[in-house]
């Protein structure tokens, strides 16, 4: 954590020691909001740089790190559907694929 981070933490834990319960639920509600508009932006960046059609990879957790290739089905807002070489198909958050060479 950088100073400037540090800092604005101090300032805001300050700011919730000062508030009634029902503000502090308020700023939660209201930070969990934020956060979410973040990660939709940034899942709808991701999936603007890819294409029906194009060859892309991930790294999958559930296999242990092993890298599935596959071209592009569909895009949707939050996901991605591949159909992987040897067949299957897997829907994937864009944010997790690069494109293959």
Do not use: H, Y
Not at 62 to 75: A, D, L, N, T, Y
């Amino acid at each position: 954590m950088t100073k400037d981070q540090d800092s604005r933490l101090e300032c805001l834990e300050i700011a919730l020691r000062g508030m009634r319960s029902e503000d502090v639920k308020l700023a939660v509600a209201v930070c969990r909001k934020a956060i979410r508009n973040l990660q939709d932006e940034a899942q709808g960046i991701a999936s603007s740089q890819f294409r029906v059609g194009q060859a892309v990879q991930f790294q999958s957790k559930k296999r242990f790190g092993q890298v599935i290739k596959g071209k592009i089905e569909s895009i949707n807002t939050k996901s991605v559907s591949l159909a992987v070489e040897g067949g299957g198909r897997w829907r994937v958050s864009p944010s997790l694929l690069t494109a293959c060479n």
